[in-house]
Every structure is written in C-alpha cells, then in structure tokens.
C-alpha cells in the first residue's frame, strides 16, 4: 500500500498578459512507506512545484493526493496540521530557511511548539536527542544558525523536520546549494536517517549522480510531466527516454568519451506556450513526425520490464485487454 499517492495531479500559475503557466500537468506518482522517490530535472521543469503541491505547501490546481489513506485535498487548514505531524520538508536553502534571531534549540523545537507536543522539559530533551542523531555538536542548541556551516545548517532543518517522527520528507534540492564535498556526506546521513527511522522520502534534484545514490526509484520530469519513473537500476542502466540519456550522459565518468555526450539543442520551451506533442520533440536527437503531433502517454512499453514506466513514442506502451 502507497504512503503517498497523486492522480493527476496539476498546478496552473496565473501568468503575465493572462497566459496559464503550467507547471505541472497530469502527475500520478506512488511512493511506499519507507521508499525513497528521486524526482529529476532541467531546472523549471516543475519539479519543486510538484514536491510542495504534494504536502499542499502550494494548492495544486486539479488532481488528488492520498497520504495514509486519507485524502488530503479536501482538508481544511485544521485537518492539514494534524497531517503535518507525518509530512515535513527540508529547503534547498539552509540558511534561508532557519530564523536567524532564534537559536538553534528553538528551531527544532518550533514544530514541537506548534503542535502543541511536550512541555519544556520534554522538548529541551528531544532537541537534544535530534542533534545528537544528525550529528551536530552537543552545544548547538545554545547557538545561532550563522555560527554554523552551510553542512551544519542543513543538518538543522534536518533535525527540525525529524522533530515530529513524519512518515514523509520531501527533500528540496536539500543539498544542491553545500560544496560537493559536504554534498555527499548529508545524502549519506539522509540515507542512514531512511533506514534508521524507515522513513519515505521524494528527493528532489537536478543532478542524476546524486539521485542515484539515495532513491529506490526515480522519476524524470520535462516541462511539468513525468517522462519516465521506474527502478533507480534501471533507469541508470537502460533508460528508455531519450531525454533521461540526455541527463545521464552528462554525469562525468572515468573513461567517457566526448562523442557518448548527448548534447540537446534548444532551450526548455515556455511553460505558458508549451508546443503541441511531446514537449520534447523540439531538442530530441531521435524526434519522429509522430512527436511533433501526439502527446505520448506515460506507461509501461510493450517491449519494457515490469515497474518501469516511459512517456514517448519510440516505446509504445502496451495495450490493455
């Protein structure tokens, strides 16, 4: 049984000169209680967009999302901070994302605060055990968020977002703002935490190399749809899109040649004009008559594995009955 499910699921932005801006169009996505979703794209593909509509951070336009069984886009604000206590998010911005006037023990008790859970005392101590476990210094919670390091801070919203026990973290671009060295040690510590305290996680990315060490799965967005979900192994041994080749050719590799670079031409098209057909049928190095016409729908292809799903024309999904 799925945690958390979406059916399609769409978010619609009011544009400049009355054009809609879709950011995510007609996304249904499943993840399991301990199961790690990495989400992948070009940056504005809508893939934050999509993390927060999930938690109802920002109203998705149409569609519907399942947490635990119950369907939370019909809950009012009272019925959503009850299910706030099971779902959290950590922010690409560590810094941005903590109150600089309040210190560091407040911080990662304010979700305490707010739900109304412990006294004083029962709190101080479950601070004190969230440090400890995303391995802060013992004297963190007497400090400010500007006497840490960007590593540290993230370790912060880390803690604040575990303070609740959440079945779900949705992990923003949680690490692509920290230097490449420290990147790794927080996906590190963000994989022992699943483990430890099995719980499910949406990673959101731009960058496959890190997707690929974290998740159970992965689904790769263009231009607010899903174009491939599947395995984490396959989709990093055999994808089938040709934009997540795209994604994958550009991870350097020991040994790679210049000429296994896919290079895609073209920019991302406009979300407020996106073209008819596949969206990505203008940079495709492999684009048919078809593409330029015909929305291809996201399914498993008739000559694919099981689980592993793709959205485009060279792979006609198989038919039903």
């Known amino acids: 049984m799925s945690l958390l499910s979406a059916r399609n699921l769409s978010k619609v932005f009011p544009g400049k000169g009355g054009a809609p801006i879709r950011a995510v169009t007609d996304v249904s996505l499943d993840v399991a209680p301990g199961e790690v979703l990495g989400l992948v794209g070009e940056s504005g593909c809508g893939k934050s967009t999509l993390g927060r509509s999930l938690l109802r951070l920002i109203e998705p336009t149409s569609g519907e999302i399942t947490f635990d069984g119950q369907d939370i886009t019909v809950l009012g604000k009272a019925g959503m901070k009850k299910i706030r206590r099971d779902m959290q998010i950590v922010f690409q911005d560590p810094f941005g994302s903590l109150n600089p006037t309040h210190r560091v023990g407040h911080v990662i008790a304010e979700p305490l605060i707010v739900q ?79 483990a430890r305290l099995n719980l499910a996680i949406v990673f959101i990315s731009h960058d496959l190399s890190v997707i690929r060490h974290v998740s159970d799965r992965i689904a790769v967005m263009y231009l607010g749809r899903v174009v491939e979900i599947g395995p984490a192994e396959r989709i990093m041994e055999n994808p089938q899109h040709p934009y997540t080749r795209a994604l994958l050719s550009a991870i350097p590799r020991i040994g790679a040649r210049r000429e296994d670079r896919v290079r895609l031409n073209g920019e991302v098209p406009d979300p407020s004009a996106p073209p008819p057909g596949c969206a990505f049928h203008g940079r495709c190095p492999q684009v048919m008559e078809v593409c330029r016409k015909t929305l291809p729908p996201l399914g498993q292809p008739a000559d694919g594995e099981a689980h592993h799903e793709v959205a485009c024309h060279l792979h006609p999904v198989a038919a039903h009955g």
């Open 116 to 194: 109304g859970v412990g006294d004083k005392a029962t709190r101080r101590a479950r601070v004190a055990e969230l440090i400890d476990l995303v391995g802060l210094p013992e004297d963190a919670a007497g400090r400010y968020p500007h006497e840490f390091s960007g590593g540290q801070r993230q370790r912060i919203a880390i803690a604040r977002a575990l303070a609740l026990d959440p079945k779900l973290i949705v992990a923003d671009e949680a690490v692509s703002a920290l230097d490449v060295s420290i990147q790794s040690q927080i996906v590190n510590l963000i994989s022992d935490l699943r």
